[in-house]
Structure formats: C-alpha cells, structure tokens
C-alpha cells in the first residue's frame, strides 16, 4: 500500500514519462522517413496532422519563458534541442543539435536523439509543485572549454544531467544519477564538475503522505481532487544542491557552489540593485541597467530603463517609448545597451532598441508583429527564434545596426510551401477604454464577397496561429475547411483594476459586478463587430472556443449575449458548484476572499450572470467539452444540468491529462473532434469516414441537431 499510494502522489505532482511507447521503438524514425519520402506539395492545405507535428524548439507557446539556446563560450556554435510530437506512437521525437552560426547555410548537426518528454513544473495556490502539460525548456549547455554539452534528458521517470562531445564523437552517456529529478544545473567554472538542483523533499513528502494513507487521510488544504485523491505536498520545497563530478561522483555541493544558482545580482560597486528592479545588466567597466516600474506601490504598472554609468550618474527613460522592456544586453565595447520591448497597441508588437551611451534616449532599431523567443546577444546580432501569423517558429539572426534579418534555421520549412489563410490584424478600445487586438484569418482562396461561418479562438494572438491558448482549436485547419476564425487576445484590465496594489485587491477588483467578465465581453463584442464588417463573415453561423479563461470567456458570452450557434470548451467551468469543490478547500477560501460565493444563502444571485448551471434553461447552444482526467469533474454539475432538460452537450474525458494537454495522441484528437464539432453544427459537414460513425450517431441524436437530408459528407 506505501509504495502504491507514494506513487498516485508522484504521477499527481511530478512530472513523469509516457508510459504508452516501447522502449525500443524510434519516434524520429517516422520522421526521418516522411521527410524524405513524403514532402508535401506545393499549395497543399494544411491538416491536423500538419499541424499536430509542428517542431518546437522551447514551449510550443510564445509566452515568456527560459531561452532554449545554448552558445559556445567563442559564439560560434548553438546548441538545442528540437521537438516533434508523433501523434501515431503517442510519442515525442527530441533531437539535441548543434547549429554552426558562423557558417551561413550549414544544417545544425545531431548529436543525440530520445528521452522522455519532460513536463515543466509550477507553484499553485499552497502547492509547490503541480506537474504542467507544457514542456520544460531544456537548455544546453557548454563546458568553459567549449568540448562538451551537458543536457537535461528523462529516461525511466528521471530527468538526470546527460554528457556528448561537442564534436559528436564518444556517444552520450549519463552523469548524474540522483534519486531526485535534476531541474537545474551549473558547470563549475574550471569545467571539472557540474552542480544539480534538485527537490528531495518532495519525494520525502510523498514518502510520508504514502505512509499515512495505511490509516486514512484527513481531508484539509492538502486536497486539490482535481489533482488527486489523496493529499499534495504543501510544505516549502526548496532545492538541494549536488556536485557531481566528470566521472559521476557525487557530493553535497559547498557555499560558493551553491552561489552559481543563488547568488544575488549587484551593480558594479557591490551595491544591491533597487527593489522591484529587475533584467539587471552590467557592464565590465561599472555601467549598469535595469527595469523598474514607474508607480512601485501598484502590482501592475508601467516601467522604465535606468542607466548607471561607471561615473555614478544616472539616466532614465521614462518615456512610454521606454515602456515594457522585458530584457538588456550589452554590447561588446559597453558603449551600447539594447533593449527588448513589448510595444505597440496592447503591446501586441515587439521592438529592439538601442541606447548609446553617448545619447539621452534610446531609439529603435527593429520592429515586428512577430513573437521573439529566447534571444540571445551575439553581437553584432541577436540570435532568436521567430515566428508569425502564418509561420511556425525559426531560428533567425537580427542585426544590432539595422535591424536587417536573416534566417539560420527553420525546423519547419514545408510549412512555407503550405496554402494558408490570410491574416488581417483589427485594432480597437473597448467600452472601458482598454487596447484590443484580434486577428481575422479568412480561408485560403476567399473570393470577394464570400461569406464564411466564423469560429472564435481564445485567449491569446501571438506569434504563430497555431491553437490558441492551450493549443486545442486548430487555426489554419479550420480556415483550410472554409471557416473564417477570429483569433482573439484577452485585454488588459481596466484602468480602475490596473491601480491595486496587491494580488488580493486585483482580483477583488476583477470580481466586483463581474468587471473582468464584462471587459472581455466588451472586447469580444467590438471584435466581433469588426469583422462582420468586413462583409466576409455569416454572422448567423458563428461559433465560439475556450480553453481556462476563455472557458470563462465562453460562459459569459453564451449566457449574455445570442452571438453564437456552437461552442467548445478544453475545460468546464467557472461556476457554483463542482468548480470549488474539485479544486479544494483552500480554493475555497481563496475564492470567497477573491469576492466569489460558494454555498452561502447569497451565492445563487452572484452568480446568475455566470452560470450555466443557473442559466441551463436559457442556453440552447450545443457544446463539446474535452477535458483532462484531473479536472473533468469540475464540470459534471453543467453536464448534469443540461442533460437534465435534453440540451446539446458532449464530455470528453482524455485520460492522464492536466489542464494544459500534452499527449500527442490526444492533441492530434482534439484538432480533429473540434473542426468536426463545428463543421456539423454551423456548416451541416460530416466526416464520413467509417471511425467516425458513432461520432455522428451521438451528435444527430441531440436536440437541434440537422436532419440526415441537411448533413452531406465533407
């Protein structure tokens, strides 16, 4: 019983390997033999298949996040790692390759394949470590002598540090063999030894929590039954730092060890930087910058730079110009700071600048739509990977000068042959005021004039269009199937929100009459008026998708609004009852100081405008949930109530699933049941191929469900 129950807690906290693909079988295999033998053709639409098997270098999203990048102590060489989902194995395919920067042309060279996918961990609410369904960022890196890269790599449920020769010859072999994950690692400065970071006291917490399940657990803030059916560690979990040398002896590492993780950064003369300061960067001749936030007793505020020069003085742009710097690099001589800034309408473009010493201000060098990833000063470039609307993420070189671009690598380069849909970016304020982007993809070969059913994708339209928030609701599969979608950016909060100065206040703020609910909507509205505009959408054949948030987003809209004829959801719901209980006891409290109602005598009317329990009578739109295992029962109460008075809806359940995805299999699934959900309900299209049938049979059987002489093959 101890060793089953320390078990269920690990698989519920813990990152852990797929157990569906045999050891012995090759998942770049497949790979290696599609890409030579089955390039696709030129104008070719694009199918979920395409787009399941995207290679990702770092998260598959561009949200911020460690760089994936690893350069040479000379700059000359690149080390990463790319990543392929193979939905037919269930499995990933991972290459560690080595990329010459200095030979223009050249393809990166492989020096390892394998390992397990590694999910990235978090910290929710009172729990340290919660397992994420996105991947960790695993970045190389090089010894000081430039002759080997160390690597992070999961094989039999441990992720431990993995060596190879630079050059490629020797093979691969393992370092560390730690009974703990490593998360983190460091090269001790002479190349002789490697220090790890590690939790051992998440596994001595599960150790002890198994021990208590021989006499039953008490129910308290320990449980999240989403998570599990016993209780989580909650205690703090710091990390435990071991030295292992090059011949894999391993000991507690000392202080000055240690420092290489938890050293504080200072400012040239030893001084700590400001508090709140952060992306501090010094130079070796005193001069320092940072970003600090220009109103420091609000939780959200904008910033500014600040420059330190070796004289003791100080310069600062304060200008909104200089505002949502996210981070600076030196140039060579120091003579240069460059700064990397989220800019532009709801800071949905991103902008390089740069600030001679010599000058009282920055001034732009570069700006794009595009999303930068994990850039890297390589002067006089800076090394990124990119991607857009249209285009998957590549490897590209950014002049420091003249902002000129050119491409180093592309793990995606058929995608360029590739019909896609084209892109118009609409811009507005909504009702309060707040900068609103969202993006109309129209399908490839839109004839003036046509008019198109739309699907809504939330919460996000950066970078690359691939599945919105969650990766679930396939952009350009739908737009190759005739759909225009709107790919829609959650705003910023209102202004009045935007002035608390603590986590508490803001969501109590969001909370009051359901303010954030209302400025989303306001938002949505106005985008959605926007592209009815342009005379190229059906504005009576019109669904929407959401995926956390825009769940939330999703509920509002059905319930206070007539928009839309069919909904999706990768997670159900923000509502009265399941919602709080699957997510615990502390949740509970957490939401009520939040200004939520659970079970009080008043809870019914706050939460009226939400509810799609309360308002099951009022909602005739049909919906398909596909949700994780871990949180499925957090929506049986809207499933229950609808089923209850015949309404449309359908619950996937995708086993050993958290909130955000992450199998291939079911990744590749949920593009294709969500273009099948809408191609049903808003064009009356049937995939007719025999796997599907039962399909059709569940979904023509519910209410409001075209008759068999409507539907036709799609």
């Not at 129910?219 to 730092?241: E, K, N």
Request: glycine share 8%.
């Amino acid at each position: 019983m101890v060793a089953a129950a320390g078990l269920l807690v690990a698989q519920a906290i813990m990152p852990f390997a797929m157990p569906v693909m045999a050891a012995s079988v090759d998942p770049c295999a497949a790979f290696d033999t599609v890409e030579v033998q089955s390039k696709p053709a030129a104008g070719r639409r694009v199918s979920a298949f395409d787009l399941a098997t995207i290679g990702d270098i770092g998260r598959s999203d561009p949200n911020e996040s460690p760089s994936p990048f690893g350069l040479s102590p000379d700059g000359r060489r690149m080390a990463f790692v790319v990543r392929r989902a193979e939905p037919r194995t269930n499995a990933f395919c991972q290459k560690l390759l080595v990329l010459a920067l200095d030979r223009e042309g050249a393809p990166p060279r492989e020096l390892d394949r394998g390992g397990a996918f590694i999910r990235d961990t978090f910290q929710l609410r009172n729990f340290p470590a919660i397992a994420a369904g996105y991947a960790k960022v695993i970045t190389p890196k090089w010894s000081p002598d430039g002759r080997t890269i160390a690597f992070l790599k999961q094989v039999d449920n441990l992720t431990q540090v993995w060596l190879v020769k630079a050059d490629g010859t020797g093979g691969v072999r393992q370092l560390s063999h730690l009974p703990d994950h490593v998360e983190d690692f460091a090269w001790t400065p002479d190349g002789s030894q490697i220090v790890t970071a590690s939790r051992p006291a998440l596994r001595e917490a599960m150790a002890r929590i198994g021990e208590e399940a021989r006499s039953g657990f008490v129910f308290d803030d320990r449980f999240s039954p989403q998570f599990a059916d016993h209780p989580l560690p909650t205690d703090p979990m710091p990390s435990a730092y071991t030295t292992v040398g090059l011949d894999g002896a391993a000991r507690e590492a000392t202080t000055a060890e240690r420092a290489l993780f938890t050293g504080r950064k200072r400012t040239p003369d030893d001084l700590p930087i400001p508090a709140g300061a952060r992306g501090l960067s010094a130079t070796a001749s005193g001069a320092a910058a940072w970003i600090e936030s220009k109103a420091p007793n609000r939780l959200i505020a904008p910033t500014r730079i600040v420059l330190r020069l070796a004289d003791g003085s100080t310069r600062i742009c304060s200008a909104v110009e200089c505002d949502g710097a996210r981070h600076l690099w030196w140039s060579a001589t120091g003579h240069e700071l460059y700064v990397l800034q989220k800019t532009g309408w709801g800071q949905s473009q991103t902008a390089l600048l740069r600030w001679p010493l010599n000058a009282a201000a920055p001034f732009r060098v570069f700006l794009t739509d595009d999303a930068l990833i994990g850039c890297l000063m390589q002067a006089p470039q800076l090394i990124c990977a990119r991607e857009g609307a249209t285009h998957p993420r590549r490897l590209v070189a950014i002049d420091l000068e003249t902002g000129s671009e050119r491409e180093i690598y592309d793990p995606n380069k058929d995608w360029q042959t590739m019909r896609l849909g084209s892109v118009q970016r609409l811009r507005f304020r909504n009702a309060y005021g707040v900068e609103s982007y969202a993006d109309l993809v129209l399908p490839p070969g839109h004839k003036p004039g046509e008019k198109h059913p739309l699907v809504v994708v939330q919460y996000g339209s950066d970078g690359f269009l691939r599945g919105g928030t969650g990766d679930e609701v396939p952009v350009q599969v739908l737009a190759a199937k005739g759909f225009a979608v709107l790919s829609f950016a959650r705003p910023d909060f209102p202004a009045w929100v935007m002035e608390a100065q603590t986590e508490v206040e803001l969501r109590q703020r969001n909370r009051t009459d359901w303010l954030d609910r209302r400025n989303v909507q306001s938002s949505l509205d106005t985008a959605l008026a926007r592209a009815v505009a342009t005379g190229t959408i059906d504005k009576d054949r019109m669904g929407i998708s959401g995926f956390s948030d825009g769940t939330s987003t999703t509920q509002w809209a059905l319930i206070n609004a007539s928009l839309f004829k069919a909904a999706s959801l990768g997670a159900c719901c923000e509502d009265m009852m399941a919602y709080a209980l699957g997510a615990g006891p502390y949740f509970e409290r957490f939401g009520r100081e939040m200004g939520y109602r659970f079970f009080e005598d008043d809870a019914s009317a706050f939460w009226k405008p939400m509810s799609l329990v309360l308002n099951a009578d009022r909602v005739d739109v049909p919906i398909l949930i596909q949700t994780g295992d871990s949180e499925y029962e957090a929506g049986l109460d809207v499933v229950s109530a609808f089923r209850k008075r015949g309404k449309a809806i359908e619950l996937i359940v995708l086993d050993n699933e958290p909130h955000f995805k992450w199998q291939p299999a079911h990744r590749l699934a949920i593009y294709e049941r969500t273009v099948d959900w809408f191609s049903f309900w808003l064009k009356h299209q049937m995939d007719c191929s025999p796997a599907k049938q039962g399909q059709y049979e569940r979904w023509s059987a519910m209410r409001g469900a075209p008759g068999k002489d409507k539907l036709r093959c799609g």
